[in-house]
């Protein structure tokens, strides 16, 4: 039983969903997929013999988020992983993976939504390269964003917008 146990462990250590700790010579990598009940992200490096999860995200949306578009899903998935992972994104050079072709254009549209432009303004803080690639190869952040761990939770800029609509309408009424 324990060489059948240290076995186990051994083929679970040496698999590629085991988390790696974050190492400053390899480039990362932040994948991110949206479903209809969340949103899944998995920050990578790139090692020599392939890509290494660092960290994983998986959140549930709200009732109000689950009416955004996908295209606002799917941004918000990159926001949160901007937010959740800014300390190692900002300051270097790294790709974002989407299975979202949309986004890809996402700093060329010339119109889109508030939401999506206050993003935009967000996301151009950082030196990234966003990459297409088909859903099929972005299993990892597909399978998190379907079984969303994380209880959906009021964004804090949602939360904000709110406030100041309540404020402005108290104000103007006297």
Not at 32 to 60: C, F, H, M, N, W
Not at 61 to 69: D, G, I, M, N, P
Not at 79 to 98: P, V
Not at 125 to 147: A, F, H, Q, W
């Given at each position: ?11 679970i250590l040496t698999t590629d969903m085991v988390l790696r700790l974050p ?12 479903s209809d009940e969340g949103i899944g992200v998995v920050l990578l490096q ?129």
């Amino acid at each position: 039983d324990e060489l059948n146990a240290f076995d186990q462990l051994k083929q679970i250590l040496t698999t590629d969903m085991v988390l790696r700790l974050p190492n400053n010579r390899f480039t990362f990598k932040v994948q991110t997929d949206a479903s209809d009940e969340g949103i899944g992200v998995v920050l990578l490096q790139i090692y020599p013999e392939g890509d290494r999860p660092i960290a994983y995200l998986s959140k549930k949306f709200t009732q109000a988020q689950r009416k955004w578009s996908p295209m606002e899903q799917e941004c918000y998935a990159f926001i949160c992983s901007l937010d959740k992972w800014h300390n190692y994104l900002s300051g270097i050079k790294f790709t974002w993976e989407t299975d979202h072709k949309a986004l890809t254009q996402l700093n060329q549209k010339a119109q889109i939504n508030k939401r999506c432009e206050r993003w935009r303004l967000k996301i151009l803080e950082y030196d990234y390269k966003v990459k297409y690639i088909p859903g099929l190869t972005n299993s990892m952040p597909d399978y998190l964003s379907r079984s969303p761990v994380d209880d959906a939770e009021e964004d804090s800029d949602e939360v904000s917008l709110l406030i100041s609509k309540s404020t402005q309408t108290r104000f103007f009424r006297h």
